[in-house]
């Protein structure tokens, strides 16, 4: 593939918004327009925890069972 065909992929990347705009390679109006037509996959979230957040020794670490080991 092509140099540009893989920067072109890169146009809305997130780290590089900024830049593209700043550089006039899109308006912000355009930005917006691609931001609308993205679907909403909220709904296909998967929640998780981190396990043992709410444990913690009496000096405030969290340690899950009080000799600094998990």
């Given at each position: 593939?092509?140099?540009?065909?893989?920067?072109?992929?890169?146009?809305?990347?997130?780290?590089?918004?900024?830049?593209?705009?700043?550089?006039?390679?899109?308006?912000?109006?355009?930005?917006q327009?691609?931001?609308?037509?993205?679907?909403?996959?909220?709904?296909?979230?998967?929640?998780?925890?981190?396990?043992?957040?709410g444990?913690?020794?009496?000096?405030?670490?969290?340690?899950?069972?009080?000799n600094?080991?998990?």
């Amino acid at each position: 593939m092509s140099l540009s065909k893989e920067v072109e992929k890169l146009k809305y990347d997130k780290r590089l918004i900024d830049w593209n705009v700043s550089r006039g390679k899109f308006a912000k109006e355009e930005l917006q327009k691609y931001l609308a037509s993205l679907p909403d996959l909220a709904r296909n979230v998967d929640h998780f925890g981190l396990g043992d957040e709410g444990r913690s020794s009496s000096n405030g670490n969290s340690e899950a069972n009080g000799n600094g080991q998990y």
